[in-house]
Nanobody, 116 residues
Framework: QVQLVESGGGLVQAGGSLRLSCAAS????????IGWYRQAPGKQRELVAG???????NYADSVKGRFTISRDNAKNTMYLQMNSLKPEDTAVYVC??????????WGQGIQVTVSS
């Protein structure tokens, strides 16, 4: 069965760092288009970082220069390195894979809390 499992979240102080991981299993591969999203209470879900099917990366303006998306095809795992965290980064972070057939698979989400 297809499954995406996030890990690495938690509570950190402002200015700290976290590295989120999303491990894919089943017949789904992170070599496809991938992305990290987040949703904070009272706000809409937004794309934080992504890698398109063409291999290009894109980031939300609010995280440019602080976050880095990457993947390890051998481990079938995608990552989000988050540095210089701010309280406004507090949200539930979710990973997604889009297949060439335009089928989307989502993780369950993981909490990231940044205290001031």
């Amino acid at each position: 069965q297809v499954q995406l499992v996030e890990s690495g979240g938690g509570l950190v102080q402002a200015g700290g760092s976290l590295r989120l991981s999303c491990a894919a299993s089943g017949s789904i591969f992170i070599s496809n288009a991938i992305g990290w999203y987040r949703q904070a209470p009272g706000k809409q879900r937004e794309l934080v970082a992504g890698i398109s099917s063409s291999g290009s990366t894109n980031y939300a303006d609010s995280v440019k220069g602080r976050f880095t998306i990457s993947r390890d095809n051998a481990k079938n795992t995608m990552y989000l390195q988050m540095n210089s965290l701010k309280p406004e980064d507090t949200a539930v972070y979710v990973c997604k894979i889009r297949t060439p057939a335009y089928l989307d698979y989502w993780g369950q989400g993981i909490q990231v809390t940044v205290s001031s």
